[in-house]
C-alpha cells in the first residue's frame, strides 16, 4: 500500500557532500514521523536522523553538526543533506516513515529499500 523510494546515493570523496532523497507514494492519509537509518557492513542498523510532522529534528551525534533532515509534506518526501563526509559514514542509508494509509485508523512502520553510500578516504 505504501511504497518509499530512496534516491541521491553514490560515491564521494571525504570531505564532500550528498543529498540523499525519500518520496513515499501510495493510499496516504498522513505521515507522522519520517527519518533516515543506516546500516554499515557487519553492523547493526542505527538511526541516523528524524523529523516529525511539525518539522522537530533529531540527529545522531556521529552525524550533528554535518547533516540536515528536512521534508516537504505536500510531496510525502524527506531529505537528508550530508556535508563533510568521512568514510565511516560509509553504509546503506534506509528511509522510513510512520504512515496511516486510508481505511486505517492508526500508523505503520514503513522502510525503503536502501541507498548505498560510499566515501573514500
Known amino acids: 500500500q505504501v511504497q518509499l523510494v530512496e534516491s541521491g546515493g553514490g560515491w564521494v570523496q571525504a570531505g564532500g557532500s550528498l543529498r540523499l532523497s525519500c518520496a513515499a507514494s501510495g493510499s496516504i492519509l498522513g505521515i507522522a514521523a519520517m527519518g533516515w537509518y543506516r546500516q554499515a557492513p557487519g553492523k547493526q542498523r542505527e538511526l541516523v536522523a528524524t523529523i516529525t510532522s511539525g518539522g522537530s529534528t533529531t540527529y545522531a551525534d556521529s552525524v550533528k553538526g554535518r547533516s540536515t533532515i528536512s521534508r516537504d509534506n505536500a510531496k510525502n518526501t524527506v531529505y537528508l543533506q550530508m556535508n563533510s563526509l568521512k568514510p565511516e559514514d560509509t553504509a546503506v542509508y534506509y528511509c522510513?516513515?510512520?504512515?496511516?494509509?486510508?481505511?486505517?485508523?492508526?500508523?505503520?512502520?514503513?522502510w525503503g529499500q536502501g541507498t548505498q553510500v560510499t566515501v573514500s578516504s
Open positions: 522510513n516513515a510512520n504512515v496511516r494509509v486510508y481505511g486505517n485508523h492508526y500508523y505503520d512502520n514503513y
